[in-house]
């Protein structure tokens, strides 16, 4: 069984981390795994294991069908195409309409989508492309759900995020006197950032708050870092937008926020998970609705400032009883082995019926 891997970059995004570990997790368990990226190297390439073959299209034009013939010759060459993100899937879908690509081999689209719960319309082209794939997998109940309300495909399966466990270490000697706060998220407006910074405004002197995130949106960018100099917080709040991976970053940091008005995992969640790391976030996506059962104080219902920092004091002041408690959580509910067993039997499961 050959599997390919399909996106348009590896820069840093939830969904092009999920390829990232889905490839290695598959290539260690020695499965014949590629990874084809439309348009060229980025900044997640080098977290491939270095034994998996890479192909960049370089795709400059999507209307050149020069660069659809090439696909087309890469593409036949494999009998599983698993391919991530719609505008992904609505470039290859192209094949679908001039060769019997989607009738000879396995091609199944998986969505990332985390706008769902607020965006369930979709174009009548891009509805086509789903339902011409040999299945649709998503990473939610939210999104499986919402295929199967709109009749997306006759096979819909569900694969949930996981974060790989790291390497590094979990940081017991963290300062008791200065207490570190991270926020993990690209720079869009659904990240809601200026709530971030009404939190930080009115939260204690003693906490130092650092975000993360990847200039995806600058006029967003700048709108933040105006947000904060009227707020008079620069000296409470450090943003880095050069770093390619976070995990490792995590252990200096007491907890976690995601203030996000939308998302389908959230996957930072589960990365605070996989580092023990206690977090307060908003109550949308499978992984806070998971952890709120467990964890009621992680997760927020409303964006009220005081309800917020209510939860952030307690959290801060019993951190050590919850880092006890994340990491059987984190094994139970995240575990490598059952995503791999999953995926490879969506995978034998719709070869079988070829």
Same mark, same amino acid.
């Given at each position: 069984?050959?599997?390919?891997?399909?996106?348009?970059?590896?820069?840093?995004?939830?969904?092009?981390?999920?390829?990232?570990?889905?490839?290695?997790?598959?290539?260690?368990?020695?499965?014949?795994?590629?990874?084809?990226?439309?348009?060229?190297?980025?900044?997640?390439?080098?977290? $491939?294991?270095?034994?998996?073959?890479?192909?960049?299209?370089?795709?400059?034009?999507?209307?050149?069908? +020069?660069? +659809?013939?090439?696909?087309?010759?890469?593409?036949?060459?494999?009998?599983?195409?698993? =391919?991530? +993100?719609?505008?992904?899937?609505?470039?290859?879908? $192209?094949?679908?309409?001039?060769?019997?690509?989607?009738? %000879?081999?396995? =091609?199944?689209?998986?969505?990332?989508?985390?706008?769902?719960?607020?965006?369930?319309?979709?174009?009548?082209?891009?509805?086509?492309?789903?339902?011409?794939?040999?299945?649709?997998?998503?990473?939610?109940?939210?999104?499986?759900?919402?295929?199967?309300?709109?009749? =997306?495909?006759?096979?819909?399966?569900?694969?949930?995020?996981?974060?790989?466990?790291?390497?590094?270490?979990?940081? /017991?000697?963290?300062?008791?006197?200065?207490?570190?706060?991270? /926020?993990? *998220?690209?720079?869009?407006?659904?990240?809601?950032?200026?709530?971030?910074?009404?939190?930080?405004?009115?939260?204690?002197?003693?906490?130092?708050?650092?975000?993360?995130?990847?200039?995806?949106? +600058?006029?967003?960018?700048?709108?933040?870092?105006?947000?904060?100099?009227?707020?008079?917080?620069?000296?409470?709040?450090?943003?880095?937008?050069?770093?390619?991976?976070?995990?490792?970053?995590?252990?200096?940091?007491?907890?976690?926020?995601?203030?996000?008005?939308?998302?389908? *995992?959230?996957?930072?969640?589960?990365?605070?998970?996989?580092?023990?790391?206690?977090?307060?976030?908003?109550?949308?996506?499978?992984?806070?609705?998971?952890?709120?059962?467990?964890?009621?104080?992680?997760?927020? %219902?409303?964006?009220?400032?005081?309800?917020?920092?209510?939860? =952030?004091?307690?959290?801060?002041?019993?951190?050590?009883?919850?880092?006890?408690?994340?990491?059987?959580?984190?094994?139970?509910?995240? /575990?490598?082995?059952?995503?791999?067993?999953?995926?490879?039997?969506?995978?034998?499961?719709?070869?079988?019926?070829?």
């Amino acid at each position: 069984m050959k599997v390919l891997q399909v996106i348009d970059h590896l820069n840093v995004g939830g969904a092009e981390r999920v390829l990232v570990d889905l490839t290695n997790i598959l290539n260690e368990n020695q499965y014949n795994v590629t990874v084809l990226c439309l348009l060229k190297k980025a900044k997640l390439d080098e977290q $491939l294991n270095k034994n998996i073959n890479v192909i960049y299209l370089h795709r400059k034009n999507k209307f050149n069908p +020069l660069y +659809l013939i090439k696909l087309y010759i890469i593409l036949r060459k494999y009998d599983v195409i698993h =391919i991530h +993100l719609r505008q992904v899937l609505r470039y290859v879908s $192209l094949l679908f309409y001039t060769t019997r690509l989607n009738k %000879k081999k396995v =091609i199944i689209f998986q969505d990332h989508f985390g706008k769902i719960d607020t965006e369930k319309t979709i174009s009548p082209s891009i509805k086509e492309a789903m339902k011409r794939c040999t299945a649709y997998i998503g990473v939610s109940d939210q999104l499986t759900n919402w295929a199967k309300s709109n009749t =997306i495909n006759s096979n819909i399966f569900k694969l949930s995020n996981i974060v790989r466990q790291n390497k590094v270490g979990i940081n /017991s000697n963290l300062s008791s006197t200065q207490i570190h706060i991270v /926020s993990v *998220g690209n720079f869009r407006p659904q990240k809601n950032y200026e709530f971030l910074c009404q939190l930080i405004a009115q939260s204690s002197d003693e906490y130092n708050y650092t975000i993360y995130g990847q200039l995806v949106d +600058l006029n967003y960018y700048h709108k933040i870092k105006d947000l904060i100099s009227d707020l008079k917080i620069e000296d409470k709040v450090t943003i880095i937008t050069d770093c390619d991976n976070i995990v490792s970053e995590l252990p200096k940091y007491h907890l976690g926020l995601h203030c996000a008005t939308s998302e389908t *995992g959230p996957l930072v969640a589960i990365e605070y998970l996989s580092m023990q790391i206690p977090f307060v976030a908003y109550n949308t996506g499978e992984v806070a609705m998971d952890v709120g059962k467990t964890f009621p104080s992680f997760i927020q %219902k409303d964006f009220n400032v005081e309800n917020w920092n209510t939860n =952030i004091n307690t959290i801060l002041e019993h951190r050590a009883d919850f880092v006890k408690e994340l990491k059987s959580f984190f094994t139970k509910k995240y /575990s490598e082995d059952a995503y791999l067993e999953n995926c490879i039997s969506i995978y034998q499961k719709l070869i079988a019926k070829q």
